[in-house]
């Protein structure tokens, strides 16, 4: 399958990194993901607009400074948490194998172009707001996995956000 990518100069990507088979290893490993990030960040110029750290998945808008980059952002921050994790993987398929993974990541990623402010929005919410699609917490602001609690100090969100009224734009989005 050929796969393409979009690389869009000044847009956004969402981004969704998926643990092999979903299995549940980045809240437990949390400050390693927190250093592969970190060490993405010495490599490569890039904001991170919104994040949320689920279990199995992760959900962040990205605005790179150069958007052709963000591939190779998201390899450095998967190589490196590959890298220094070293408990509990599973054994991957002999493509995997094949290929020198551990088989802690799911192989691709899902990955999103942002074109508008107000996709860009929806975006944001939609990520802040996946906590409570997963059951995870009843309460947006009850997850401390996620930019949420940095956008209730800017002022961009009231801490409880995520009422039934603030959600009905984001029920009909899905991007899993």
């Known amino acids: 399958m050929n796969y393409k990518r979009i690389f869009i100069k000044n847009s956004f990507v ?3 990194i998926v643990s092999y088979n979903r299995k549940n290893i980045f809240i437990e490993n949390i400050e390693l993901l927190r250093l ?3 060490n993405a960040k010495q490599f490569f110029k890039f904001e991170i607009v919104a994040i949320c750290i689920l279990p199995n998945h992760i959900h962040i808008i990205l605005n790179p400074d150069n958007i052709k980059e963000y591939p190779k952002i998201i390899t450095s921050i998967k190589y490196y948490f590959s890298k220094n994790y070293n408990v509990g993987v599973e054994t991957p398929t002999y493509g995997y194998l094949n290929k020198g993974e551990k088989g802690i990541f799911q192989r691709r990623y899902f990955e999103h172009t942002i074109l508008s402010e107000e996709e860009l929005n929806n ?3 939609y990520i802040h707001y996946n906590p409570i699609k997963h059951n995870l917490v009843n309460n947006v602001k009850d997850w401390e996995y996620s930019s949420f609690h940095k956008y209730v100090k800017q002022n961009l969100y009231d801490i409880n956000w995520g009422s039934s009224k603030d ?5 009909n989005l899905d991007f899993e």
């Open 167 to 171: 959600v009905e734009n984001i029920i």
């Open 123 to 125: 975006q944001i919410d």
């Open 36 to 38: 592969s990030f970190r």
């Open 14 to 16: 969402h981004i969704i």
